[in-house]
T-cell receptor, first 114, second 115 residues
Framework: DAGVIQSPRHEVTEMGQEVTLRCKPISGHNSLFWYRQTMMRGLELLIYFNNNVPIDDSGMPEDRFSAKMPNASFSTLKIQPSEPRDSAVYFCASSPRDRGATQYFGPGTRLLVL | QQQVKQSPQSLIVQKGGISIINCAYE??????FPWYQQFPGKGPALLIAIRPDVSEKKEGRFTISFNKSAKQFSLHIMDSQPGDSATYFC??????????????WGLGTSLAVNP
């Protein structure tokens, strides 16, 4: 199993640009999570999908952030326009139906907004 | 407010020593308490988890102990090794989660094991 796949692994962009992060969950998993990790705020849940449907987006910081999951094998997190304070590591995680709250994380995307 | 308070923030242990990380939960669900391990440049990975029907769970050198009355659970790493140097996170499901699988996370403990 390839695990959760994220791309790109690193992204450097300028303030105001659109950023799209991509995630391929583990095959057969039915829940998908987007997290942001910073030194100051730790690991923050941004949004969570179950069976491709957004269940909880209370962690999405503002309207500049949006996430989609068009099918069971792909999700995107978009930031438009990006700001320097969005600089962080963004993780995608997936969870299988029969393993309760166990989450499997991808390697993350390190985003730097200049 | 539902939260998980983790301590200490950082920990330095000599090789062969015991590492102890504590978590206190408040207003969370009471059915599952996982610990995750994160190495630099990697995503967190499940290390060990416990359900409250047992007071202790051991997997190799890693042990979770659970104190229901104190609303605390702890991770013990016996015979700590330099390869254990990582950040450790505790987590718990939110109260009333039902089928919601989100977790409430502690802020992490950075463990350094000196050779």
């Amino acid at each position: 199993d390839a695990g959760v796949i994220q791309s790109p692994r690193h992204e450097v962009t300028e303030m105001g640009q659109e950023v799209t992060l991509r995630c391929k969950p583990i095959s057969g998993h039915n829940s998908l999570f987007w997290y942001r990790q910073t030194m100051m705020r730790g690991l923050e849940l941004l949004i969570y999908f179950n069976n491709n449907v957004p269940i909880d987006d209370s962690g999405m910081p503002e309207d500049r952030f949006s996430a989609k999951m068009p099918n069971a094998s792909f999700s995107t997190l978009k930031i438009q326009p990006s700001e320097p304070r969005d600089s962080a590591v963004y993780f995608c995680a997936s969870s299988p139906r029969d393993r309760g709250a166990t989450q499997y994380f991808g390697p993350g995307t390190r985003l730097l907004v200049l | 407010q539902q939260q998980v308070k983790q301590s200490p923030q950082s920990l330095i242990v000599q090789k062969g020593g015991i590492s102890i990380i504590n978590c206190a939960y408040e207003n969370t669900a009471f059915d599952y308490f996982p610990w995750y391990q994160q190495f630099p440049g990697k995503g967190p990975a499940l290390l060990i988890a416990i359900r409250p029907d047992v007071s202790e769970k051991k997997e190799g050198r890693f042990t979770i102990s659970f104190n229901k009355s104190a609303k605390q659970f702890s991770l013990h790493i016996m015979d700590s090794q330099p390869g254990d140097s990582a950040t450790y996170f505790c987590a718990a499901p939110p109260k009333g989660a039902g089928n919601n699988r989100k977790l409430i996370w502690g802020l992490g403990t950075s463990l350094a094991v000196n050779p």
